[in-house]
């Protein structure tokens, strides 16, 4: 195979394994191989410094700031939303915990800055550098989260 589309392959796709031969190639089972079938084009290049709106999960229809792109895809900037007050309903003991519900809107957290004083409960923020912090898994930085 041509060395080039070697280098392109493995630098631009992800999933592409390689071997000292070259690219590992190894049958994709039946569900799967239909769906890599059915694949559609990105409409929209991601680039590093542009703004993006978020199409999925807790951060559907905010904007955020692309910072970083790789194969896998690309970290951004957003205002957290962050859930700070326990529930009360969903103890391990009540019956509609057992349940699963669909989240709605209302379930979602409003969007915030992320202050570390505002801490006060038994979990707080680590201090990382200038004003990046880490804080139940997630890294901020000056009051935004990376995702």
Do not use: C
């Not at 041509?2 to 592409?16: D, F, Q, S």
């Not at 962050?82 to 979602?108: E, F, G, V």
């Amino acid at each position: 195979m041509n060395r080039n589309l070697l280098e392109l392959l493995e630098e631009r796709t992800p999933g592409i394994m390689t071997k000292q031969q070259g690219i590992k190639q190894q049958n994709i089972p039946y569900p799967d191989s239909i769906k890599m079938l059915k694949m559609r084009t990105v409409d929209d290049i991601v680039e590093e410094g542009k703004w993006i709106r978020v199409h999925k999960g807790k951060y559907y229809r905010d904007v955020g700031l692309v910072v970083v792109v790789a194969s896998w895809g690309a970290e951004v900037l957003l205002v957290p939303r962050l859930n700070l007050l326990p529930t009360h309903s969903s103890t391990p003991n009540s019956a509609s915990s057992l349940k699963r519900k669909q989240t709605t809107t209302s379930d979602i957290p409003q969007p915030a800055l992320f202050n570390p004083e505002e801490f006060n409960g038994n979990l707080h923020p680590r201090k990382l550098d200038n004003g990046h912090y880490t804080y139940m898994g997630s890294t901020f930085e000056h009051g935004l989260i990376r995702k």
